[in-house]
């Protein structure tokens, strides 16, 4: 069976193109960024939502989950989080009519301390995310990177709802924090419901907190992000990815390796070189 998958948003192409790309690079998935534009819940009507549908299946995939990071700061502003909330709610379901279980975010950085202020924030937005997908039958899944995996799942296992689960990306866990994406599957085993396939270095360690803060605030005078780490092509960075394929088949993940090219000058061609990688593990 083909395991991968692609990041459309990734050939920076459009919603439609972009499928297409995912077809003839070899994909067998794709992820969609489904918070604005044309994929915007409320721009997509059911019978628009059927005729996408059908239009992925025409091309010969499925869809391994939607994207539905807002940006910003996740969900640790309380008073932000009841829109954020509702609006994520609203992509789960978009998400169960393009036939996927899995939405995928930031939820903001998690606190080491379970008793700083945030920690109560993040726990109550995610158990009402987590109640609503145990409703409709999906899956809220926090990505890896802001904090190491096992405070992730302390954060998790503190949860009540099980619609709570993980988007298990390993060049997060290089870039930022230094954790071991290897090690870090065993760590958050029960949880990972989604993947990503990307790459990375880092090139000096600092707070994660001031790295996403940065994106969330839109700048840091004098902060120059490329000094920290840079995202790699698939096989080029630190993930040790046959450690990382062989770990997730260990602890029995089925799912897609989906991959996400955030840099380069030319995606199409890093996205086709990591699709042929990626065979080469046997996915």
Not at 11 to 35: D, H, N, P, S, T
Not at 62 to 77: E, I, N, P, T
Not at 231 to 245: C, H, I, K, R, S
């Amino acid at each position: 069976m083909n395991r991968i998958g692609v990041m459309v948003d990734s050939f920076r192409l459009g919603v439609r193109e972009g499928i297409k790309k995912a077809r003839e690079v070899g994909a067998a998935a794709i992820q969609i960024y489904a918070v604005s534009g044309e994929m915007a819940p409320e721009n997509l009507s059911l019978s628009a939502r059927h005729e996408l549908l059908n239009y992925i299946k025409d091309n010969g995939l499925k869809v391994s989950a939607l994207c539905g990071d807002m940006g910003g700061h996740g969900f640790a502003v309380k008073e932000d989080n009841p829109a954020r909330i509702e609006r994520s709610k609203r992509i789960m379901d978009l998400a169960r009519d393009l036939e996927t279980d899995v939405v995928t975010t930031h939820i903001g950085v998690v606190p080491s301390d379970p008793n700083h202020d945030r920690y109560k924030i993040l726990q109550e937005a995610c158990e009402q995310l987590g109640e609503y997908g145990d409703q409709v039958g999906a899956y809220f899944a926090i990505e890896t990177g802001p904090e190491k995996t096992e405070t992730l799942k302390r954060f998790l296992d503190s949860l009540h709802s099980r619609g709570v689960r993980v988007n298990y990306d390993p060049a997060n866990l290089v870039m930022v924090t230094g954790d071991d994406p290897v090690g870090g599957v065993y760590n958050l085993k029960d949880y990972i419901v989604h993947t990503h396939a990307k790459d990375g270095i880092m090139k000096k360690k600092t707070d994660p907190e001031i790295i996403y803060g940065f994106f969330a605030d839109g700048g840091i005078e004098d902060f120059r992000i490329g000094d920290y780490f840079e995202e790699m092509p698939l096989g080029q960075g630190a993930v040790d990815f046959p450690a990382y394929v062989k770990a997730l088949d260990e602890v029995g993940y089925k799912g897609f390796f989906t991959i996400e090219r955030e840099a380069g000058a030319d995606p199409e061609a890093d996205i086709r070189q990591a699709v042929e990688f990626l065979k080469g593990l046997g996915l």
